[in-house]
């Protein structure tokens, strides 16, 4: 066996150990081979170019997963979360629920996740009790296929406008019935706690 060094593409030879009790046959490199003195990068046979050509073409040839972002797309998902921003600040937990899918997942800080439109209803429900308004500000919306991901800002104040709250949220959106819901989401909060 040789070993190969970094500087200078040096070779030693270093006795193998016995492969399954057997002597391993000493033998000396082909021209060209990986074991010569000849570095990696200059051996490459006919057989790794027709790989590399047919790795790029496979990948040219593959569709993108995300595709484009068309004024349609965008303007579908963010009037979703204009659903929501509006029904939950009028006080409509049904309504909010109802903008999720029925296997969605919401998972707010300081809380176990909640699945299910129930649930979810549940959950805001308790927040809108107590007056609180959301405002929603989208920064990036990614689409590829039946999903999409929002990312964005948050901020909650109470009823007489006082600042509560803020920080960031992600959605992932999920095509259902030909429109797209509300499949996982998620926020956390941006505020030092004292």
């Given at each position: ?41 200059q ?29 349609d ?5 963010e ?14 937990a ?10 969605a ?36 919306l ?8 929002e ?11 006082k ?14 019935g ?10 956390n ?6």
């Amino acid at each position: 066996m040789r070993l190969v060094t970094a500087i200078g593409w040096h070779s030693m030879d270093v006795p193998c150990p016995p492969r399954f009790g057997r002597p391993t046959p000493s033998r000396e490199p082909e021209a060209g081979s990986r074991n010569s003195r000849t570095p990696p990068s200059q051996t490459g046979g006919r057989m790794t170019r027709h790989v590399a050509t047919g790795l790029v073409a496979l990948a040219l040839a593959l569709p993108l997963p995300a595709f484009a972002q068309t004024g349609d797309f965008r303007a579908q998902v963010e009037k979703v979360s204009q659903a929501w921003e509006t029904a939950y600040n009028a006080g409509d937990a049904a309504a909010v629920a109802a903008l999720y899918t029925k296997d969605a997942k919401v998972m707010a800080p300081g809380a176990e996740p909640v699945s299910g439109t129930k649930a979810i209803q549940a959950l805001f429900a308790a927040d809108m009790a107590g007056g609180v308004k959301q405002a929603l500000t989208t920064e990036d919306l990614v689409g590829f296929g039946d999903y999409a991901v929002e990312t964005g800002k948050w901020v909650a104040t109470s009823a007489d406008g006082k600042h509560l709250d803020h920080g960031p949220y992600v959605t992932l959106y999920k095509k259902d019935g030909g429109g797209w819901k509300l499949y996982l989401d998620t926020w956390n909060s941006s505020m030092k706690r004292e």
